[in-house]
C-alpha cells in the first residue's frame, strides 16, 4: 500500500485514526492542514481570517498536489472535496476512505474540541453545519474507495475497519 487517505467532515476522527493507521501499516502520517499551519506560519483560523476562504484553498489544493505523490497516510481537512481539481486527484490515488460521522456525533465533537479553531463553523449554527454537511456528502462519496460509518465505533474500531479494506484490497 502506497498510500491511504482519508476523507471526511469535521469531527469525523480523521486525524486521530490517520495516526493509528500509520502506526499500524508502518508508515508516515501526515495531516494536510497541518502542513498548512507550517507553509503559512499561522493556524488555519487566522489564516482564513487574513486571506479568506479562497487563499485557503488554493493552498490546500496546492498542499495535496505534493502530498499526493508521497507514500503513507494523509488526513485531508473537511473541505477538500468542494474544489473539483482537489476531486480529481483524489479519483487518482488508489486508497481513499470517507470517515462518515452521523451530524449528532461530529457536532458534539466540533463542539468539544478546544484544540482546533475551525472558522468555517465558528459562527454557523447547528442546522447551518449540518447543511455543509449535506451538501458534501455526494462529493466525499464519489471521491472515497470505502466508506467507514464511525459514528457508532471508537477510533480504533474504525482503524480495525479500515485495515479490512485495505487489506483486501491490497492482498
Ligand atoms: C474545513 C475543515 C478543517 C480545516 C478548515 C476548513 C472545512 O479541517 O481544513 O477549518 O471546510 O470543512 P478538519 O476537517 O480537520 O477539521
Known sequence: MKQLVLIGFMGAGKSTVGKLLAQALDVTFVDSDDVIIDKAEMSVADYFAKHGEEAFRQLESDTLRELSSKPGVIATGGGIVTNQGNREMLKEIPNVVFL?????????????????????????????????????????????????????????????????QVSRKNS
Open 100 to 164: 462518515k460521522t452521523d451530524p449528532t456525533v461530529f457536532l458534539e465533537r466540533i463542539k468539544g474540541d478546544e484544540e482546533a479553531v475551525r472558522p468555517l463553523v465558528q459562527e454557523k449554527s447547528s442546522q447551518e453545519i449540518v447543511r455543509l454537511f449535506k451538501s458534501r456528502v455526494a462529493f466525499y462519496e464519489a471521491c472515497a474507495d470505502w466508506v467507514v460509518d464511525t459514528s457508532q465505533l471508537t477510533p480504533e474500531e474504525v482503524c480495525e475497519a479500515v485495515l479490512v
